[in-house]
C-alpha cells in the first residue's frame, strides 16, 4: 500500500514538474526572453516537456519518505490540537468560516470585474483569506450569544411542543387504574403498545391499598401486592404521562372513590373488577375492562368448528373434560373425562361470553 501511495506522488510530482516548466516558459514568453532560444520550438519544446515531468517524477518520488514523515507529524500536532478545543468551538468555527467563504465568494465577483489582472487576482484571494478569519474569529468569540440563542429558540420549541401536548391530554379523558388492574401486570403491555392516550391516573388511595396489600401477612396477598407496586415502578419509568393523583374522599369505599374520583376528572376507570366494572356503567363512568380486551383480540370461534386440542383434567360436571386454547380460553368437553390427557378433535356446541372472560362448550368428535 506505501508503494502505491508513493508511485502516486510521483506522479503527482511528473504533473507539477510539467507545470511549474509550463509556468516559467510563460513568465519567460512574457518577458520577452523565451524568443531569444530558438532550440525551445517543436520537439525540443516536448522533449523539454518530458524532461520536466522526469525530474518532478524523480524529485517526489526521492522526497516521498520525509514527505510521509513531515504529515504524519503535522498530522499528530493538529489531532493533539484539536483535540484539546471543545467540540462546540469546531462547531461554530466551522459555520463561521463557511459563512466567511460565501460572503467572500460574492464580493470576488465583483472584484473580478477589474480589467487589471494583476490587480484583481491578488485582491481576490486576499477576500479570501481575510473573510475566512473574520468568519473565524466573530463565530468564536460570539458563540455565547449564538450558543444562547440557538438554545433559546430549541427551548421556545420544545416548550411549544409540550403545551400542544398538554392541550391533547386535557381534551383526551385520563385512565384511572384501579388495584386489580395494576395487580394483573396486563397494563404494563397494554401501555406499551401504545393504545392508551391521554394521562394514566394513580389515585393515592389505590397507592395505598396496594402498599396494605404488599406488607400483607398472607403470602400470596404479599407476593400479588409488591408485583403490583413492581408494574407501577415500570409504568412510571418507561411512560411520561402516568401521574399519581392525590385527591382523596373520606368515608366511601375505594370502588366509589374510583366513580368518583373518574366522574369528577371526567376519566375511565381501567379495572379487571366486574363488579366495580357494572356500577360504575350504571352511573355513566367510562369504563376499560382489561379481561375485556384481552376477549376482544382472542381468535374468535364459530358453533361447528373443529378444534385439535388436549383434554388436560376433569370438569366439575360427570363426563367433562376440561381443555385449553393457546391463549387460555377454557374449553368444556363433554364426554372427555374418559380422554384425559389425549389429544382429540372436539366440535364446539356454543360459546358462553362475559365481562370475566370467555369460555367454550364442546363435544368429542365421534
Given at each position: ?81 484539536m483535540s484539546k478545543i471543545p467540540t462546540k468551538d469546531v462547531v461554530f468555527a466551522s459555520v463561521g468560516l463557511i459563512v466567511g467563504l460565501i460572503i467572500a465568494l460574492l464580493l470576488s465577483t465583483l472584484i473580478n470585474q477589474i480589467p487589471i489582472p494583476w490587480l484583481s487576482t491578488p485582491l481576490s484571494i486576499v477576500v479570501y483569506l ?203 368437553v363433554d364426554g372427555g373425562s374418559k380422554r384425559i390427557g389425549q389429544t382429540v378433535d372436539v366440535s364446539i356446541t356454543s360459546v358462553l361470553q362475559t365481562g370475566a372472560g370467555r369460555m367454550i362448550f364442546a363435544r368429542v368428535v365421534a
Amino acid at each position: 500500500m506505501n508503494r502505491v501511495i508513493r508511485l502516486l506522488v510521483a506522479t503527482l510530482g511528473v504533473f507539477a514538474g510539467i507545470g511549474i516548466f509550463v509556468g516559467v516558459i510563460s513568465l519567460l514568453t512574457a518577458i520577452g526572453v523565451v524568443h531569444e532560444i530558438p532550440w525551445l520550438m517543436g520537439w525540443m519544446l516536448v522533449g523539454a516537456y518530458f524532461i520536466a515531468g522526469v525530474i518532478g517524477g524523480l524529485f517526489f518520488y526521492i522526497i516521498y519518505p520525509k514527505l510521509e514523515a513531515l504529515v504524519r507529524k503535522i498530522g499528530a500536532v493538529l489531532d493533539a490540537q484539536m483535540s484539546k478545543i471543545p467540540t462546540k468551538d469546531v462547531v461554530f468555527a466551522s459555520v463561521g468560516l463557511i459563512v466567511g467563504l460565501i460572503i467572500a465568494l460574492l464580493l470576488s465577483t465583483l472584484i473580478n470585474q477589474i480589467p487589471i489582472p494583476w490587480l484583481s487576482t491578488p485582491l481576490s484571494i486576499v477576500v479570501y483569506l481575510v473573510m475566512a478569519y473574520l468568519g473565524v474569529d466573530v463565530a468564536l468569540k460570539r458563540k455565547g450569544e449564538l450558543g444562547s440563542m440557538t438554545e433559546a429558540v430549541a427551548a421556545k420549541q420544545s416548550g411549544e411542543r409540550k403545551q400542544k401536548a398538554s392541550r391533547q391530554d386535557r381534551n383526551v379523558p385520563p385512565k384511572i387504574l384501579d388495584t386489580s388492574a395494576i395487580i394483573d401486570g396486563r397494563i404494563y403491555d397494554v401501555a406499551k403498545t401504545g393504545i392508551i392516550d391521554g394521562r394514566i391516573v394513580i389515585p393515592e388511595f389505590v397507592l395505598g391499598e396496594l402498599r396494605h396489600i404488599a406488607d400483607s401477612s398472607d403470602s400470596l396477598r404479599r407476593q400479588k401486592g409488591r408485583r403490583g407496586l413492581d408494574i407501577l415502578s415500570q409504568l412510571q419509568q418507561e411512560f411520561p404521562n402516568v401521574v399519581v393523583s392525590d385527591k382523596d374522599y373520606e368515608g366511601i369505599e375505594v370502588d366509589e372513590k374510583l366513580i368518583r374520583l373518574a366522574s369528577d376528572m371526567k376519566g375511565k376507570i381501567i379495572t379487571n373488577d366486574l363488579n366495580l366494572n357494572k356500577v360504575a356503567t350504571v352511573k355513566n363512568v367510562g369504563v376499560i375492562n382489561i379481561n375485556a380486551l384481552a376477549t376482544a383480540v382472542k381468535t374468535p370461534v364459530m358453533p361447528g368448528e373443529i378444534l385439535n386440542t388436549q383434554i388436560i383434567r376433569e370438569g366439575k360436571e360427570a363426563g367433562q373434560g376440561l381443555a385449553y386454547l393457546d391463549d387460555g380460553t377454557m374449553i368444556v368437553v363433554d364426554g372427555g373425562s374418559k380422554r384425559i390427557g389425549q389429544t382429540v378433535d372436539v366440535s364446539i356446541t356454543s360459546v358462553l361470553q362475559t365481562g370475566a372472560g370467555r369460555m367454550i362448550f364442546a363435544r368429542v368428535v365421534a
